[in-house]
């Protein structure tokens, strides 16, 4: 039933010490489509995303199901579960030209020729050709939004996790990111779970959204 691209989460559950903040949480994300996660400081939103993408902190008790496409990947180390994820910050690689940040994200295995291509073919995607020897230093915020995007999808996830990475943009990009973000997604097929505290994101990812609050010990 779920082997359609579908990331799921059953009855997720996530503690900290004596003190419970998300209390069986199930949802399903069909490809295409953005679920978004809303809640208070401190609820275990991002906790939430760091789980599903293998990278749960150890302070952290946490149960529950998560499968991708139909396999559990509950128990696969975050380099196996093929689960992209975007923070607040772009986490660009200072020492490492546009180019080089965009190779970081592509599979092993592909040829220097190859790489070459698709590193353009995704600068072209961003509407920013040519770009390839520029220092991430020099990019607007827009545009190292854009990069760490499409860093991301060159490593071809099968899911998307977007922990408010339009937070920190003013108020004329975020729009425009946050657009250029969604259709990606959307045109790849990706199942995404965005975490905001921001209306605006909510309603502009168009899908469910999911209220969550600090459940009582």
């Known amino acids: 039933m779920t082997a359609d691209g579908t990331l ?3 009855d997720v559950t ?3 010490g004596d003190k419970t903040l998300i209390d069986g949480l199930s949802l399903a994300v069909p490809p295409g489509k953005i679920v978004t996660v809303m ?3 401190g609820s275990g939103k991002s906790t939430l995303l760091s789980w599903v993408c293998g990278s749960a902190i150890p302070a952290f008790a946490i149960d529950g199901g998560l499968k991708l496409d139909g396999l559990d990947i509950s128990h696969l180390p975050l380099e196996a579960r093929r689960v992209g994820i975007l923070f607040q910050d772009d986490l660009l690689f200072p020492h490492l030209s546009v180019a080089g940040n965009l ?3 592509i599979p092993r295995g592909v040829s220097p020729g190859e790489r070459a291509k698709r590193v353009a073919e995704a600068l072209a995607e961003a509407e920013m050709p040519g770009f390839e020897d520029r220092d991430p230093a020099t990019l607007s915020g827009g545009q190292r939004a854009r990069i760490a995007l499409m860093r991301t ?5 099968k899911a998307l996790l977007l922990d408010e990475p339009f937070s920190r943009l003013d108020a004329a990009l975020r729009d425009r990111i946050r657009r250029f973000t969604f259709d990606h997604a959307m045109e790849r097929g990706l199942p ?3 975490v905001t505290h921001d209306p605006d994101d909510a309603a502009a990812a168009g899908g469910p959204i999911i209220e969550i609050d600090i459940a009582p010990c």
Do not use: D, Q, W
């Open 8 to 10: 799921l989460l059953k």
């Open 14 to 16: 996530i503690r900290l």
């Open 39 to 41: 809640g208070p400081s």
């Open 103 to 105: 190779a970081f994200g």
């Open 153 to 157: 999808l060159l490593a071809e996830p």
């Open 192 to 194: 995404t779970l965005l």
